[in-house]
Structure formats: C-alpha cells, structure tokens
C-alpha cells in the first residue's frame, strides 16, 4: 500500500513577507507530517518579458533556481522537513492554484502584505485571489512576530450552512496542535429577535458539538457597539482580545441573512489581519439543515 505523503505548497518571491509566511510552514507540516513545496511563479506578461531574448530568459529561470535551491536547503537543515521546488510561467494566481492542484496539496501557505502600495504586487492582491478561489485551504500571514504553535483559534461564524466546513477545520487543527481552544463568536448587528434566537441556537449547537468531541472552546455573541466598525473590524478586534493564533473564514457563501464572507468581508480581514487566517472554500451541497448530521 502506497502511504500518501502530504503537502503544503509555500509560494515565494524572496521577499521578507514569504520568507515568513515559509518560517510559519515549518510547525504546520510537522504536525500534517507533510513536505514543502517552494513554489516560484514567473509572470510571462508584460512589456519587459517580451524585450528578454530566450537566452535572457533562460538565465533568468536559472538564477530562480540558483536561489529556490539555497532557500530550500536553508530550510531543510533548519526544520529537518523535506523540501522540493517548482518554478511555473504564468499568472501567478492562476499557477499556485495549478500546482497545488498538481502535487495534489493539503494546503497552500503564502505571505501577504495587505495589498498595500499602487502595483499589485505579488504578496498583495494576488495572495487575495488564491484565498478566493483555491480548493484548499490557504493561510495568508501578514503580521511580522507570531508565536510557534497555535493555542487559540478564533471561528466566527454566521447563519449559513457551510458553517459546518469551518466547524471541522477546527476541530482537526484543535487535535492537530494538542488541544488548542477554538473560540467561537458572533457578530450581532440587528436587534431582529428571530435572528438573534436563531444565531443563539447555533453557537449552542456548535459548542456542543465540539464539546461532544473534546475540544476545548468558547462561545459569544458580540454586539456591535460602534455604528462605523464593520464585521472584519469587530472579528479582528476580537482574534486581538483573545491572543489569537489563526483566524477562519470562508471566501464564498450564498447570500442568506448577510453577506459575512463573501467579497469585502474576507478581503478585509485577510487585507488586515496581523494574526495568521486561513481561508476556506466552501463545498457545494444538496442539503440546507446545519447540523442534520454533518460531520
């Protein structure tokens, strides 16, 4: 029987911002036993690509190489984890997706830097398009210090059913980082009482729930005090409060009482957020019951 050997795909372009997202990677893939995979994406777009002669081009690819081959020896005599490399030619969103794809990742860790500054620049909006659109999980790092480890991880969640996906995420990385407390919370920004009642249940339901399975968590409702904070703004203001090691989001959900993560929501705290997120995707299902068995 062929074990299959996990792994997490680390894009890079040498930057301060990736090579700390990569010193992130380390503690992850220890615990999913996994390798790295140091991915460098070269944009055939632009004008400039099209001055460089093959041979120019060829050197270049090489010097790529030259380095991706430094880093990941770098790497491997540090966190003794085993590390391969790939350059890809293309979009570079586009490319990351392609690869993980590919080595068939278990997820994908990159740098971002806010997507601060004029030019999208590679850890900027394009780390937002792979959050967006990736089948697998991807964490975005954008602060500078983060602890080993993980010891809190923060779940907000809302009214629609792919809250579920989150809920297990969580539970497998709680177990996954010897019994790190999830912490759930709810944003309230209506008086509604059917809405409020209906948000109660859930995060009973969900506190039960990982109760049930042995993970140590909390649960609250946060009412929005100040008018002008958004949601990202009261989630990250919260991860804050908590000493949050990972936050939880999904990039898309169907639009139901509110649109919590999809569009301005997720780019905003992944745009924001000092303390590592993890993005997910949710799946497409048939049914609509939240909690009718689904784990």
């Known amino acids: 029987m062929i074990q299959h050997t996990n792994k997490i795909l680390v894009p890079t372009d040498f930057s301060e911002q990736s090579n700390i997202a990569l010193e992130q990677s380390y503690n992850i893939a220890?615990?999913?036993?996994?390798?790295?995979?140091?991915?460098?994406?070269?944009?055939?777009?632009?004008m400039l690509a099209k001055l460089f002669s093959s041979e120019q081009h060829e050197d270049h690819r090489k010097n790529i190489?030259?380095?991706l081959d430094l880093l990941a020896a770098a790497v491997e005599k540090k966190s003794k984890i085993t590390v391969n490399t790939l350059i890809a030619k293309g979009t570079i969103y586009e490319k990351i997706a392609e690869v993980a794809d590919l080595i068939d990742a278990t997820m994908i860790i990159m740098g971002t830097n806010g997507g601060e500054g004029i030019k999208k620049r590679f850890i900027g909006s394009n780390a937002l398009r792979v959050a967006r659109e990736s089948k697998i999980p991807v964490i975005t790092i954008r602060g500078k210090h983060h602890r080993n480890g993980?010891?809190?991880?923060?779940?907000?969640l809302d009214l629609t059913k792919q809250t579920r996906e989150k809920v297990g995420k969580a539970i497998e990385l709680s177990r996954l980082f010897n019994g790190a407390t999830v912490r759930v919370v709810s944003i309230l920004f209506t008086t509604d009482e059917f809405l409020v009642n209906r948000l109660t249940r859930q995060l009973g339901q969900v506190k039960a729930f990982l109760e049930k399975e042995g993970v140590e968590c909390t649960a609250e409702i946060i009412k929005s005090i100040k008018s002008n904070e958004t949601l990202a703004q009261n989630i990250l203001e919260y991860a804050t409060q908590v000493d949050g090691d990972l936050i939880m989001i999904m990039t898309q959900q169907e639009v139901d009482f509110t649109k919590y993560f999809i569009g301005s929501a997720a780019q905003e705290i992944i745009h924001h957020s000092t303390i590592p997120v993890m993005s997910i995707t949710p799946i497409e299902r048939k049914d609509t019951t939240l909690f009718s068995n689904p784990y």
């Open 150 to 156: 993980c010891k809190n991880i923060v779940l907000p």
């Open 30 to 46: 220890r615990e999913y036993n996994a390798e790295i995979t140091l991915l460098y994406v070269i944009e055939d777009s632009g």
């Open 65 to 67: 190489q030259y380095q």
